[in-house]
C-alpha cells in the first residue's frame, strides 16, 4: 500500500474537496436562475403605470359594483340604466344608423344633430353597452390621460426620478377626473372621454412646439388628428383656444428677446430683410423644424388645414344639415351666459356645475364652495408663488416657456369661467368684452360695428363660461403634479424642514443630525412608502366632502346609476306595437324638476327622450334642443291641460296625435330648484277620462295608463289660419272641439305653414293686418330680426329663446314672478311671426339692420307688442333723429293692478292718466301689463338706394316692449296691399264647425 504524499495544511485547505467529500458533505443551495416573466423584463416606470391601471379600474369597480351587479337584469331587458341626460337608445337602425346618415328622426319630430356630431362614441349608450361603457370607459380614459401626463412630465423634468414622476402624477389625474365624472356622469361617452382626449392633445401639442427634438411635428400631428375626432365639439374649440394662447405666450417671449438682444434695430434695414428671405429659401427645413416661431406657423397651419376645416366642413354639411335655427335651441344670450358663471370661490374650490349637485340642491352648481378643495389651487400656484421652487422646477430656457404657457392658460381660463359671476364691478373675461362691445355700437360706425361682431362671434364659438373650466383642469393635471413631485423630490433630499423653509421662510427647531449613513438608510427604507402617503393625503380634501363621500361610496352615484325597471313601460310598448300604427306621447313630458319613483321605490331623473327611444314609435321631443315647432305646439297642448281647458282637444287632433301615455310615476321633486307644473301628475288623468267622447283608455298598470285617440280626422282637412287676439284664439278653439276635424290650424312661426297654400280659411280682426302677415311670410328676406350680436352682452335685452331651453319656461311667460323678466304677460311664442323676439322692459338700446332690396321708396312697421315707449331712432336713412311715442291698441294691449291680474272679475286701468315716465315707474310693481296680440307700428317711409342699413334705437322709459323685428316693404306695394286671392276670410260663426260660444278666456 503506498501512501499519499501530505500537503502542507495551506495547501490543504486551499485544496478542492474529492467527490466523496462532496458526497458525505451536507446539501448546499445552488441559484438555478428562473425563467424571466413578462412583468420581470417591464422597467420601473412600466410597473409603476401597470400598477396605477390596476388601481384605477379596481377603484372603478368599487365605485360602480351595483352597476356591475345589476349587469346581468340590463342584459335580459327587465331594467335599464339611465339618468337625466344619459339616455340610452335601444334600436340601432331608427336611432343610431338613421340620424349618422343625416336622416329626419320620426321619433323626435326633428334633426338629431347631437346624435350627429357624437357619432364616433354615441353608440356606448346602446342599452347593453351602457353599463360595461360606465365601468370601463371612465377608468380607461382617466388611465390614458395619466399616461400621456406622466410621459410629459418624464421626458421634459430630467431632473427628477422617473419612478417617482409615474407614482405621484397618478394622485392629480385621479382627482381630476373624479370632478369630472361627478359632475358629467350624464355625458361620459363625449365629454369624459373627449376631456381625455383633449388633454392628451394639449400633452402632444405642447411638446411638440417647445422641446427640442429630431421631428417636432410627429405630435403636432399626432395632437390635430385626436382633436379632429374628439367626439364633443367642445373640445376642438378649446383645444384651438389653448393653441392660439400658447403660440400668442411664444411669440411675444420670442419677441421680448429681439428687443433685449438688439437685434430690433435692424429691423428697417432692407438687407436684413433680403438675407432673412435667403436663409429662409435656403433652410427653410431646418427652420420650420429647430426655429420655435416657425415651428407655431407650422403647426396653426396644420390645426387650421387639418382639423378646424375638416371639422367646419363635418358641421355646415352634415352635423347641422337640416336645423334651420341653431340658435333657437342652443341659445347664446346674457342669461344663458349668466347661468354658466362660475363665481372665484367656485373656480378655486375645483367646483364644476354638474348633474350630482343638481341631486343633491336642485342647482347644477353647490351653493357653497367646498373651501378643502382650495388646497388644490394652492399646489397648482406652488411654483409661482414661491421663486426658489419656480427656479428648480423651471431651470432651462424650454421650461421657462413652458411655464410661461401654462400659466397664462390657467389664468385666462378661470378669468373666463366667471362670466357674469361675482360683483357687478369685476371685470371679468365677458364684462370687458360686453364693455367693449357696447362702447363700439354706440359709435354708430363701420369700425364699431366691427368690433361688436368680433366680439359677438368670439362670445358664440365660446358661448357658455364654464366649458372653459374643463382647460383649467386639464393643465392642473400638469401643474399640481409638478408640484408634488417637487415636494417629494425636496422632502427625500434635504427633509421636511426644508419645505417649511421655502414656502413660510422660517426655520424650525434644529434637530440632531444623524450619521449620513443611517440617514441615508432610513430614507432608503421609506421611501417606497412616501409617494404612497403623498397620494393618500392628496386626497383627502376632496373626500372630506359629504356629496363625494356618498357618490363614490354607494356604488351607484347615491341611486342615480340604478337600473329602472320597464316590466311597466314593456307592457305598454307590446300593447301598442298590437295597434295600428299612429304617434305617441307620454305625458306629463318628465323634463321638468320632478323625480319619477319606480315601482321599487327608487328615484330617477330622465327626460322625455328615453320614453321616446323607449317605445320606439314616431313622437315629438321637445326638451333641451328639441325643434322650437314642437315645442311651441306641444306648448299649446300642455298648457290647455294643465288648466283643464277641453280645447287641447283640438291642439292634439292638429298634431294628428293617435295615442297618449300618461306616467303615472311621475311626483314633485323635494330636493330643491324651480318647479314647473305644479300637480300636473294628478290633473291628467282626470282630464283624459273626462273626455271619453274623444279617448279611449286601452289598459293601465301600476305605471302608465294608455288612451287612443279616437276622433281623428277621417280627410284632407281646410289650412286655417287663426290670426286673433290670444282670447279670440282660445275662444275659437273652445268653441267646438271637432274644429280640427276639418280644420287644419296654421301658426305664423310654425316653419312652412304659412309660406305656401293652395288656399287659406282665414279669421282675423284685422285683415290689413294678415295680409302683412302673408306678405312677410311670402317675403322673408325683407323682415330684419334684432341684432343678436348684442344679446350676450346686454341683460336689457331678454331673447325669447332663453324660455325655449327647456320648453317649461314658456309657463314663465304667463306668470309675473321674477322668472319672467319681460315684466310683460305674454302667451309664449303664440303669434310671432318668427318664432322669436326680444323683450327690451327698461331704458335701454337696441339695434336692427334692415335690408333695402332695391333703390327705392320703402315704408318701415315694427313688428312687436308695446306697452307706452318714447324711442329715439338713427339711421342714415333719416337726415335727423326720430323721436316716436309707440303704444299697442287696447284691443291687443291692456293694464291690470297687480293685485287683480289673476283674479275672474278683472278690469282694464285707465293708464291715460299717467305719463311715460310714471307709468314705467308703477310696472311692473303695482301694474301688470298684459300682451294678447303682437301688431305692427309705422315708423314711417325711407328714400335710400340698395344697400344694408342699421337702425339704432334709444328706448327712453322703463315701460315694456316686445320687438320681433322690422318688415321693409316698397310703399306702392303697402298702399295696395290686400290679401291674396286665394285667402278666404269667413267669420268665427261661420267655420263649418258650428257656432262659437263667446265667453272670456284670460292668459
Not at 140 to 150: D, E, K, P
Not at 484 to 501: A, P, Q, S, Y
Not at 669 to 693: C, K, M
Not at 841 to 848: N, Q, T, Y
Request: proline share 6%.
Amino acid at each position: 500500500m503506498t501512501s499519499k504524499p501530505k500537503l502542507s495544511r495551506a495547501k490543504r485547505k486551499s485544496a478542492p474537496p474529492s467527490a466523496k467529500a462532496l458526497a458525505i458533505q451536507s446539501p448546499v443551495a445552488v441559484n438555478i436562475p428562473k425563467p424571466a416573466t413578462w412583468f420581470s423584463k417591464l422597467t420601473a416606470t412600466q410597473r409603476i403605470a401597470l400598477l396605477v391601471g390596476v388601481i384605477y379600474f379596481s377603484l372603478s369597480f368599487f365605485t360602480f359594483r351595483h352597476v356591475i351587479a345589476n349587469i346581468p337584469l340590463v342584459l335580459s331587458g327587465e331594467a335599464v340604466i339611465n339618468g337625466d341626460e344619459l339616455v340610452p337608445f335601444f334600436n340601432p337602425d331608427s336611432q343610431l344608423i338613421d340620424q349618422a346618415a343625416g336622416k329626419f328622426n320620426q321619433l323626435t319630430n326633428g334633426y338629431e344633430f347631437r346624435v350627429r356630431y357624437s357619432i364616433l362614441t354615441t353608440w356606448l349608450r346602446y342599452y347593453k353597452v351602457l353599463p360595461f361603457a360606465i365601468v370601463l370607459v371612465v377608468p380607461g380614459v382617466a388611465y390614458l390621460s395619466y399616461l400621456f401626463v406622466a410621459l410629459l412630465l418624464k421626458r421634459i423634468l430630467p431632473q427628477y426620478k422617473p419612478e417617482a414622476i409615474y407614482q405621484l402624477t397618478a394622485a392629480p389625474v385621479l382627482m381630476i377626473f373624479i370632478i369630472m365624472a361627478y359632475a358629467k356622469i350624464t355625458h361620459f361617452y363625449t365629454l369624459i372621454l373627449g376631456f381625455s382626449l383633449c388633454l392628451v392633445s394639449i400633452t402632444l401639442m405642447t411638446y411638440g412646439l417647445i422641446f427640442p427634438q429630431k421631428n417636432p411635428y410627429k405630435p403636432i400631428l399626432a395632437a390635430c388628428v385626436i382633436t379632429l375626432f374628439n367626439p364633443a365639439v367642445h373640445y376642438l374649440i378649446l383645444f384651438a383656444l389653448y393653441m392660439a394662447f400658447a403660440v400668442l405666450t411664444l411669440v411675444v417671449m420670442d419677441g421680448i428677446a429681439v428687443f433685449k438682444n438688439g437685434s430690433w434695430r435692424n429691423i428697417y434695414r432692407p438687407r436684413m430683410w433680403w438675407s432673412g428671405w435667403q436663409i429662409f429659401k435656403k433652410d427653410w427645413r431646418r427652420l420650420f423644424v429647430e426655429v420655435r416661431f416657425w415651428r407655431c406657423v407650422g403647426a396653426f397651419a396644420m390645426l387650421g388645414l387639418g382639423t378646424l376645416l375638416p371639422y367646419a366642413l363635418f358641421v355646415k354639411f352634415y352635423a347641422l344639415r337640416g336645423v334651420p335655427n341653431l340658435s333657437e335651441t342652443v341659445p347664446g344670450d346674457f342669461y344663458f351666459i349668466q347661468d354658466a358663471s362660475i363665481s372665484l370661490g367656485h373656480v378655486l374650490a375645483f367646483d364644476m356645475a354638474g348633474i350630482m349637485d343638481k341631486e343633491f340642491t336642485g342647482d347644477y352648481l353647490a351653493k357653497v364652495p367646498r373651501y378643502s378643495n382650495m388646497v388644490y389651487s394652492f399646489l397648482l400656484f406652488v411654483p409661482l408663488l414661491f421663486k426658489r421652487v419656480g427656479e428648480e422646477i423651471f431651470n432651462t430656457e424650454e421650461l421657462k416657456a413652458f411655464r410661461n404657457v401654462m400659466y397664462v392658460v390657467t389664468f385666462f381660463t378661470m378669468w373666463a369661467t366667471l362670466g357674469y359671476s361675482g360683483p357687478a364691478w369685476l371685470p371679468t373675461f365677458h364684462r370687458t368684452m360686453a364693455f367693449i362691445s357696447t362702447v363700439a355700437n354706440g359709435m354708430q360706425s363701420g369700425i364699431g360695428d366691427l368690433v361688436v361682431k368680433l366680439m359677438g362671434t368670439i362670445v358664440q364659438v365660446l358661448r357658455f363660461p364654464h366649458r372653459f373650466e374643463l382647460v383649467t383642469f386639464m393643465v392642473a393635471t400638469i401643474l399640481i403634479s409638478i408640484s408634488i413631485i417637487w415636494l417629494h423630490d425636496t422632502f427625500m433630499k434635504k427633509g421636511f424642514g426644508e419645505i417649511v423653509w421655502v414656502l413660510t421662510g422660517k426655520r424650525i427647531g434644529e434637530v440632531k443630525s444623524k450619521p449620513k449613513q443611517k440617514q441615508t438608510a432610513v430614507k432608503k427604507g421609506t421611501g417606497s412608502f412616501i409617494p404612497l402617503m403623498m397620494v393618500l393625503v392628496f386626497m383627502i380634501p376632496i373626500f372630506s366632502n359629504e356629496s363625494y363621500r356618498i357618490v363614490f361610496s354607494s356604488g351607484d352615484f347615491n341611486h342615480f346609476l340604478t337600473p329602472y325597471p320597464v316590466g311597466p313601460l314593456k307592457e305598454v310598448k307590446e300593447a301598442l306595437l298590437q295597434l295600428p300604427p299612429g304617434k305617441v306621447v307620454v305625458l306629463p313630458p318628465t323634463e321638468t324638476a320632478k323625480v319619477i319613483v319606480d315601482i321599487n321605490g327608487v328615484e330617477h331623473k330622465f327626460i322625455d327622450k328615453f320614453h321616446i327611444y323607449y317605445l320606439d314609435l314616431p313622437s315629438y321631443y321637445y326638451g333641451l334642443t328639441g325643434d322650437s315647432d314642437n315645442k311651441h305646439e306641444f306648448f299649446l297642448m300642455l298648457r290647455a291641460l294643465y288648466y283643464q281647458q277641453p280645447w287641447w282637444i283640438n291642439i292634439a287632433r292638429d298634431l294628428d296625435l293617435k295615442y297618449i301615455v300618461v306616467n303615472k310615476e311621475l311626483v314633485a321633486n323635494t330636493v330643491g330648484g324651480q318647479e314647473y307644473l305644479r300637480e300636473v301628475e294628478r290633473i291628467l288623468i282626470p282630464e283624459l277620462d273626462s273626455r271619453d267622447a274623444y279617448l279611449k283608455k286601452l289598459m293601465e298598470n301600476e305605471s302608465y295608463a294608455l288612451y287612443e285617440f279616437t276622433d281623428l280626422p277621417t280627410a284632407e282637412r281646410v289650412p286655417l289660419y287663426l290670426d286673433v287676439d290670444w282670447n279670440s284664439f282660445i275662444r275659437i278653439l273652445s268653441s267646438n272641439l271637432e274644429l280640427t276635424r276639418y280644420y287644419d290650424l296654421r301658426h305664423t312661426m310654425v316653419v312652412g305653414d304659412l309660406e305656401s297654400f293652395d288656399s287659406l280659411t282665414l279669421v282675423t280682426d284685422d285683415e290689413h293686418e294678415s295680409a302683412l302677415d302673408l306678405y312677410l311670410k311670402a317675403n322673408k328676406t325683407q323682415f330684419a330680426r334684432p341684432n343678436s350680436v348684442t344679446l350676450p352682452f346686454d341683460p336689457e335685452q331678454i331673447s325669447s329663446s332663453y324660455y325655449l331651453s327647456p320648453m317649461f319656461r314658456l309657463f314663465q311667460f304667463f306668470s309675473d314672478s321674477k322668472y319672467n323678466r319681460l315684466d310683460m304677460i305674454t302667451p309664449g311664442l303664440w303669434g310671432t311671426i318668427e318664432g322669436g323676439f326680444i323683450g327690451v322692459p327698461r331704458e335701454a338700446p337696441f339695434r336692427i339692420d334692415v335690408t333695402l332690396p332695391e333703390e327705392g321708396e320703402y315704408r318701415l312697421l315694427l313688428r312687436g307688442a308695446i306697452s307706452a315707449v318714447d324711442m329715439e331712432m338713427k339711421s342714415r336713412l333719416f337726415e335727423d333723429p326720430l323721436r316716436l311715442t309707440l303704444a299697442s291698441d287696447p284691443s291687443n294691449l291692456a293694464f291690470f293692478d297687480k293685485k287683480l291680474v289673476f283674479s275672474a272679475n278683472r278690469t282694464p286701468l285707465d293708464v291715460s292718466q299717467y305719463t311715460l315716465n310714471e307709468l314705467g315707474l308703477l310696472i311692473p310693481s303695482d301694474v301688470v301689463v298684459v300682451n294678447y296680440q303682437y301688431q305692427f307700428f309705422d315708423l314711417g317711409v325711407v328714400t335710400a338706394s340698395k344697400g344694408k342699413y342699421p337702425i339704432y334705437f334709444t328706448k327712453l322709459n322703463d315701460a315694456p316692449m316686445l320687438v320681433e323685428g322690422i318688415l321693409v316693404i316698397p310703399e306702392d306695394v303697402y298702399q295696395t296691399l290686400s290679401l291674396p286671392p286665394n285667402v278666404t276670410v269667413v267669420q268665427p260663426n261661420e267655420l263649418c264647425c258650428g257656432s262659437v260660444i263667446m265667453q272670456g278666456e284670460e292668459p
